[in-house]
């Protein structure tokens, strides 16, 4: 079975590219998905790309991912600061867990600076702009030692 990655979007993530330029960047979240789905292609992985503006969905989401993949990425977006749901339902999931934000939240306001969702996180990468969905998806695969072996040593294994 091909290693299989969800990448998980959360409330107005679908609004990316469309306002707020000066924050989180012109490329929209459909630019961000092919962007995803060419490097899955590359890397021999299924990915599943989703995003909801509802809380709840995110959590049923990664209630599915528990038979559905191998590893999440998520950008929880607003859900990062509050939801206990959440946290909770990524503690259940068994696999790495790799938290995204587009922009650098520690050099943001109070409101945008304290994510709840970390502790339950393998890995967090923020800042990177959209270019931390293709970061965020190759470490989900390196993290599940998948990545093909085509590849060089440093990207496939790192520093020995
Ligand atoms: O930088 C990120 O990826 C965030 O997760 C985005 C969230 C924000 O609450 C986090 O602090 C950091 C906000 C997502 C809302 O996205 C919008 C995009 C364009 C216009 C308005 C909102």
């Given at each position: 079975?091909?290693t299989?990655?969800?990448?998980l979007n959360?409330?107005?993530?679908?609004?990316?590219g469309?306002?707020e330029?000066?924050?989180?960047?012109?490329?929209?979240l459909?630019?961000i998905e092919k962007?995803?789905?060419e490097?899955?292609?590359?890397?021999?992985?299924?990915?599943?790309?989703?995003?909801?503006?509802h809380e709840?969905?995110?959590?049923?989401w990664?209630?599915a991912?528990?038979?559905?993949?191998?590893?999440?990425?998520?950008n929880?977006?607003?859900c990062?600061?509050?939801?206990?749901?959440?946290?909770?339902?990524?503690r259940a999931?068994?696999g790495?867990?790799?938290?995204?934000?587009?922009?650098?939240?520690?050099?943001?306001?109070?409101?945008?600076?304290?994510?709840?969702?970390?502790?339950?996180?393998?890995?967090?990468?923020?800042?990177?702009?959209?270019?931390?969905y293709?970061?965020?998806?190759?470490?989900?695969?390196?993290?599940l030692d998948?990545?093909?072996?085509?590849?060089?040593?440093?990207?496939?294994?790192?520093?020995?």
């Amino acid at each position: 079975m091909p290693t299989r990655i969800c990448v998980l979007n959360g409330p107005n993530l679908n609004l990316l590219g469309v306002r707020e330029p000066h924050i989180y960047g012109t490329t929209t979240l459909a630019a961000i998905e092919k962007s995803c789905r060419e490097l899955a292609a590359a890397l021999g992985v299924r990915l599943a790309f989703r995003q909801t503006n509802h809380e709840g969905t995110l959590v049923e989401w990664v209630h599915a991912a528990r038979d559905e993949a191998d590893a999440i990425v998520i950008n929880p977006a607003g859900c990062t600061f509050h939801s206990v749901s959440l946290v909770d339902a990524l503690r259940a999931f068994e696999g790495p867990v790799i938290e995204l934000h587009i922009s650098n939240i520690h050099a943001r306001d109070e409101l945008h600076r304290h994510s709840i969702v970390s502790p339950a996180a393998k890995a967090v990468i923020c800042g990177l702009g959209a270019y931390g969905y293709v970061v965020a998806l190759q470490c989900a695969v390196r993290l599940l030692d998948a990545l093909p072996a085509s590849l060089p040593a440093a990207m496939r294994k790192g520093p020995r």
